[in-house]
């Protein structure tokens, strides 16, 4: 298990979440994924967090990641875009890692396609933030600077 003195988070990023920027900018706004890691990374150290900041589009490899953060960090934040709604392996590992995740979405899901509007992850999240854009990541890792 992670050492007490080592407050490390995962920044866990699924599916399209590599196109931040140029995928639909009036949903996801136009900063790019690279843009939101600096933020990200910025507060943490203001925080005395450290990060690990992933993206896969790829469920195999998101679940891989999320099995070794139970070794070395206090915390996951994930925003796991379309996954969200179709995972029951993402849920299963989440359930099974015993950390807190707090579940990420730059849009507001419930203000969208109705099949947006259920989440596999939030059942098993220690909470959820969505709709905010960026400002959303930040606001998860103060709440994970709590762990």
């Not at 590599?18 to 203001?46: C, H, W």
């Not at 990060?51 to 953060?69: K, M, P, T």
Request: with cysteine.
């Amino acid at each position: 298990m992670v050492e007490s003195h080592t407050r490390r988070v995962l920044v866990l990023n699924g599916p399209n979440l590599n196109l931040l920027g140029t995928r639909e900018p009036g949903v996801y706004g136009s900063a790019t994924l690279a843009d939101i890691q600096a933020m990200v990374e910025k507060r943490a150290a203001e925080l005395g967090l450290s990060v690990i900041f992933r993206q896969s589009n790829h469920e195999g490899q998101l679940i891989d990641w999320l099995h070794e953060a139970r070794e070395t960090c206090t915390g996951v934040i994930f925003n796991p875009g379309a996954y969200t709604h179709t995972s029951v392996a993402l849920y299963d590992a989440i359930k099974a890692i015993a950390l807190p995740v707090i579940e990420v979405h730059l849009s507001n899901p419930h203000a969208r396609e109705p099949f947006r509007h259920r989440s596999f992850v939030s059942p098993v999240a220690k909470g959820v933030i969505q709709g905010f854009g960026p400002l959303g990541y930040i606001l998860a890792l103060e709440a994970a600077a709590q762990f």
